[in-house]
């Protein structure tokens, strides 16, 4: 897996865009002992103007991760138990973001299991809590900086990226924006939380 760190300017543009452009990328998670790697399969986009969004309401202690610069992690906690991983998206003070909803694992594959007490490879990641558990991601990992290779949680970019095509979806778990086709998977991806 060659990778190409140029990323910074990824993340600086329309929200929707981003979702797409994210998928096939890796999400890496490293310490000084190990390396955990996945590949994006499975995005969701919300924008300030969506009701779905936690910015539409404005700014709050809660989602003030996401009117940061483009390109910090969004983590927070849904139903009192599971941690959900977003990338900060457009500009900063827009309050929009990408949400990870499935990632392919790559890389570190025993330690996910560990994480997750779960031995089936297709069940490791295939939802927002699901990966964050497998990662290890938490709130603590709120405004990191995802565009620097230092960082111990980052997007990277192949260098060569793969063909594949893009279904549009609408969103999973939601109340309002439901007819909006934000959600987008790697076609055929069986790593993909719902079809």
């Not at 990641?125 to 938490?138: D, E, R, V």
């Not at 990992?141 to 970019?157: G, V, Y």
């Amino acid at each position: 897996m060659k990778i190409n760190n140029k990323i910074s300017n990824l993340f600086n543009k329309s929200t929707l865009d981003v979702a797409k452009n994210l998928l096939g990328a890796y999400l890496v998670r490293s310490t000084s002992k190990e390396k955990i790697i996945g590949k994006i399969v499975e995005t969701e986009a919300y924008l300030f103007d969506d009701a779905a969004s936690h910015s539409y309401k404005g700014l709050s202690e809660r989602n003030k991760a996401m009117f940061d610069n483009p390109g910090r992690a969004y983590v927070y906690l849904v139903y009192g138990m599971y941690e959900c991983f977003n990338c900060t998206t457009n500009k900063k003070g827009v309050g929009e973001a990408v949400l990870i909803r499935a990632l392919e694992p790559v890389f570190g594959i025993e330690k996910m299991k560990r994480n997750r007490r779960c031995d089936d490879i297709k069940n490791l990641c295939s939802g927002p809590g699901k990966l964050t558990s497998a990662l290890g991601i938490t709130r603590k990992d709120n405004f990191c900086d995802l565009t620097s290779a230092k960082s111990r949680l980052r997007i990277e970019i192949p260098s060569k990226k793969e063909k594949f095509s893009i279904v549009k979806a609408k969103r999973i778990g939601i109340t309002k924006g439901v007819s909006l086709l934000y959600r987008f998977y790697i076609k055929d991806n069986q790593f993909v939380s719902k079809k």
